[in-house]
């Protein structure tokens, strides 16, 4: 169960954002993917993003939390969040992916974080949507499987999930296009987790009565229903005998309860069968005599068979005041098994999988011997809410709890249409701009804004008729902050909608503003302090902030007299800093993206080429210190390391760069000047 904060101690219960932070012998983080129904952009990236990348900094610090979240952003192979279309909206950082889900017959319902590190796989599968709520103030349930060198978690979990989501990213796309960077992210991401994590876990259930089985239970369009697949799952051939089911939602009072009579067909030991549902409860009075509530439709007692051994029973929750029930799970057994389902999906109809109406919900069955694995008995019933027996009357609500916006769409969301397919943001020749991918007919008079400013239109129908009625528009992009969304109207659309951006790739965004146009003086500071990198940068942009004159050191101009007097000095902390730097490219690399930030990031080789290009005073002094760059690139010597990239590729970025640097500083002086010699020289070694 997810505990809210001021619960502590409790067996069986746990806060479920300290399961996105990183475990002791995880690695370097690598990605994430999630799937959520509602969702909340800025929590997602503060509070999930912010655990799992491990950042020692938090906003309240300003400078230093926004340039340490860019620089571990940056280095992620993918963090993507799969979000229903109704609740899509928010603007956020470009360095993590936003996807719409556009689920024809029902909605992403499913709960499912997949964290990777370096050395560890982490699958998430819970009832919390990734919300403030969700994750604080709901009572919630969440499983957690970890997968390791050594691990015993069952590896057919890990390739089932993977295989729905990558169904379920197939809803983020128009079939007649082409699919976009982003969801192309998603499903490298993914085969990347199916690849490195073949050998962390066990392909074959041990100890079938000793030890807790688990199994996926995942449901959606083309899917066999929640049910199906427990009835699959029971472990033998005598069937269970009871039920007990905790659920928010139920399908109305007004229609026949499927979910229900779906689940007495499920029931079939011989006799005695009992369902109990344990609800919510309040107190009301009628004609002066307390009496309960029960927020649960009376169709559930309606659907209990008229045999002598059906019983239908209910209980009442024991909950913290102002925590809401949002955790779904069913619990079957008879005197051998038990079978503990936890997850997303709600007994309704379309949550369970029921109807024409099918969300996509990811669940996880839990399946125990009782006699022989009375350990993990005792687990799972830690993990089950406690509920009371009613001693007094009580009658059924007939109207239960209003579920939209929560687990069910909102009836005036108005969604994207499906014309509208994917929107990117890149960079060409320097230029930024838009790609905006259409299909089909588009609903008339449509408009698409800035998402902050009303009055700032991108494009409209009438350009488009003009332009041809392309597929794909191309919108330059002059602002210096990239769109996160797009925000679209069109005739009678009585509001407008959200369109999310996501970028082709990390290169196509521009720095943080606090980093750009380090000067060489600032780099040298950066990469010769021996704090975090956000902290050295944090100072110094506070120097900056409060216009203190510049240290005097090796960029002092007093101490130009000449060439040679120049480059002895003002090389002596140059080198110490392309030290520092040689040494944060030999550290294994995560992911592609990380050797990318290292080479082409504000404080990486480039840049620092390009800081000595711009503010180099002579020629000589340009080639050199190019030159000397080179030469420390030469010699570094990655370190491996298990699920990182391999050293042959890390030498293959550096030998591009090598040879960009020798373009550069041979051009910097003439053909018979003494240092071009050297250079030549330095250059024949550097590539040896």
């Not at 691990?151 to 699919?179: C, H, M, R």
């Not at 804004?449 to 002059?478: A, F, Y």
């Amino acid at each position: 169960m997810s505990q809210p904060d001021e619960i502590s101690g409790r067996a069986g219960y746990a806060k479920i954002l300290e399961a996105w932070e990183r475990p002791v012998k995880a690695g370097e983080p690598v990605g994430c993917a999630v799937t959520s129904f509602t969702f909340a952009p800025d929590f997602f990236e503060t509070e999930c993003l912010g655990r799992f990348l491990g950042l020692e900094s938090a906003p309240e610090d300003g400078s230093a939390y926004y340039v340490e979240r860019e620089e571990k952003l940056a280095q992620l192979a993918c963090a993507a969040a799969l979000v229903d279309q109704h609740h899509i909206q928010g603007s956020r950082n470009l360095r993590w992916d936003l996807l719409s889900a556009r689920v024809p017959q029902g909605i992403l319902h499913a709960k499912i974080s997949l964290l990777l590190w370096s050395q560890q796989a982490r699958l998430i599968i819970a009832s919390a949507n990734l919300t403030p709520d969700g994750c604080r103030r709901n009572h919630e349930v969440f499983g957690v499987l970890d997968f390791f060198p050594g691990s015993e978690a069952p590896l057919p979990v890990l390739w089932e999930v993977l295989n729905f989501l990558k169904d379920a990213g197939s809803y983020a796309t128009i079939q007649t296009a082409d699919e976009g960077p982003a969801i192309q992210r998603w499903h490298r991401f993914l085969d990347r987790v199916r690849k490195g994590a073949r050998h962390w876990g066990t392909n074959q259930p041990r100890g079938r009565f000793t030890k807790t089985q688990i199994v996926p239970v995942l449901s959606g369009p083309k899917r066999p229903s929640v049910l199906q697949s427990l009835k699959a799952s029971w472990p033998e051939a005598a069937g269970p005998s009871r039920a007990y089911v905790i659920s928010p939602f139920f399908d109305p009072p007004n229609v026949a309860n499927k979910p229900a009579r779906y689940l007495w067909k499920l029931l079939t030991a011989r006799s005695d069968k009992t369902v109990q549902y344990e609800v919510v409860a309040e107190e009301v009075d009628e004609r002066g005599r307390g009496k309960l509530l029960l927020h649960a439709p009376v169709t559930l007692q309606k659907e209990c068979p008229k045999e002598a051994d059906c019983t239908v029973s209910f209980q009442v929750l024991e909950l913290e005041v102002n925590r809401p029930l949002h955790a779904k799970c069913f619990w079957l057994e008879n005197r051998n098994w038990s079978v503990y389902l936890m997850g997303s999906s709600n007994f309704t109809s379309a949550g369970l999988g029921l109807g024409v109406v099918s969300n996509l919900e990811a669940n996880l069955a839990y399946i125990i011997h009782q006699h022989r694995n009375p350990k993990g008995r005792r687990a799972l019933n830690d993990g089950w809410l406690t509920s009371n027996l009613i001693t007094r009357d009580f009658r059924l609500e007939q109207e239960p709890p209003d579920e939209q916006g929560q687990d069910a769409p909102t009836e005036d969301a108005i969604l994207l249409p499906r014309a509208f397919g994917d929107a990117t943001f890149g960079v060409d020749a320097k230029q930024y701009f838009l790609r905006l991918s259409l299909s089909g007919a588009p609903p008339s008079g449509w408009v698409l804004l800035h998402e902050s400013k009303d009055d700032q239109t991108i494009c409209t129908e009438e350009d488009w008729i003009r332009s041809g009625r392309n597929q794909v528009i191309m919108i330059p992009w002059k602002d210096a902050k990239p769109p996160s969304a797009l925000r679209v109207r069109w005739n009678n659309s009585l509001g407008w909608a959200w369109w999310p951006v996501n970028v082709v790739d990390a290169s196509a965004l521009p720095p943080p503003e606090e980093l750009r146009q380090l000067s060489l003086e600032e780099l040298v500071a950066i990469l010769t302090s021996a704090s975090p990198l956000h902290q050295a940068i944090a100072r110094l942009l506070q120097k900056r902030s409060s216009h203190c004159s510049p240290d005097k050191d090796v960029l002092d101009p007093h101490r130009r007299v000449d060439t040679s007097q120049f480059l002895i000095p003002r090389t002596r902390r140059v080198t110490w800093a392309l030290t520092n730097l040689r040494q944060r490219l030999e550290l294994p690399a995560p992911s592609a993206e990380t050797l990318h930030w290292r080479l082409h990031g504000p404080v990486g080789v480039m840049k620092f080429a390009e800081a000595i290009n711009r503010e180099a005073k002579t020629p000589q002094e340009r080639c050199f210190l190019l030159t000397e760059l080179a030469l420390e690139l030469a010699r570094v010597a990655p370190q491996s390391a298990p699920h990182c990239l391999p050293r042959r590729e890390i030498r293959a970025g550096l030998r591009l760069a090598i040879r960009e640097l020798r373009v550069q500083a041979l051009q910097a002086v003439t053909t018979g000047d003494p240092i071009r010699g050297y250079a030549g020289r330095a250059f024949k070694e550097a590539n040896s």
